[in-house]
């Protein structure tokens, strides 16, 4: 009976109607059967005493016909449910990350870069029903990955990114990152488009005013949510390399332009957001997932297979055989 449900299960009171049965069964029974004391059986070793004994069983047989009844009234039955989904409202996100070495500071464990990639990977595995794209930017910028529906090439490709100025130079450029995810998002079709833009310090390379930026996201539609990541005070920061091609870190000043920030989201109906650890990273995204729902039509198709008839056909079969026995075997005794 496993994943069955019951069309009618307030048919199940009837089974306590069972137990009064079988005492009125019991109380009858003494009253119609006749008692005889002799000193001796013997003379009656060959009768068919023992069929009397057993001829309960006929009642038991009525009973059980009368649960399958029951249970039959119930409507069993097993249910296969078919879910169609189609997404109403599609969403383009493109994440916009500070590839900079300040993002190697370790501030964040086991430093900000990583940190980030760990909890934006879960939000691209979040984010089932929309497309996503991948722009880094320090001093410059490029398209990492296309707005895509393909997860597993987003991922790789997130895994992937790392510090490295021999590919971009280094600088803090928020200006040519959000043009360029701006560029990755301005023809698209989708209904809604927002731009997660990530930095950990003040803009200070490329040849974009953040500000002019934020009016083109403006005008084209597209909502930027600005995330400063990094603690308040001092942090080790990268200020050079060891003979062995390692990192030599110092503490240094943390400085972020939130007031720029502040303002990109305020222009383009975003919001700012300012990490300072590891969870706190964790909860902005997991807030942006929130405030940026993707609109879902959801139809279910449900296939019944019904299951009483088995037990009518016990049910029958059972008092069958009961009225054969009554009059076959059992007949003449009380």
Known sequence: M???????????WLFLFIPIAIAW????RRIRTATLKMSSLAPFSNSKTTLSKIKPILFVLRLLALSSIIVALARPRSVDVTQKSRTTKGIDIVMAIDVSGSMLAKDLKPNRLDALKRVAAKFIDDRVNDRIGLVVYAGESYTRTPVTSDKTVVLQSLKTVEYDDSIIADGTGIGVGLATAI???KDSKAKSRIIILLTDGVNNAGTIDPR??????????????TIGIGTN????????????GQFLFRNMKVEIDEDLMREIAKTTDGKYFRATNNKKLEEIYQEINKLETTE?????????????KPLVWLAF???LIEIT??????????
């Open 2 to 12: 496993k994943n069955v449900t019951f069309l009618h299960p307030e048919f199940f």
């Open 25 to 28: 069964y019991l109380y009858t």
């Open 183 to 185: 560029n990755r998002l």
């Open 212 to 225: 002019m930026a934020a009016n083109i996201a403006e005008q084209y539609g597209i909502k930027v949510y």
């Open 233 to 244: 005070g001092m942090a080790p920061f990268p200020y050079a390399k060891a003979s062995n």
């Open 296 to 308: 879902i039509e959801e139809k279910k198709y449900f296939n019944y297979d019904e299951k009483f």
């Open 317 to 319: 079969v059972l008092v």
């Open 325 to 334: 026995l009554r009059n076959t075997i059992f007949k003449g005794f009380v």
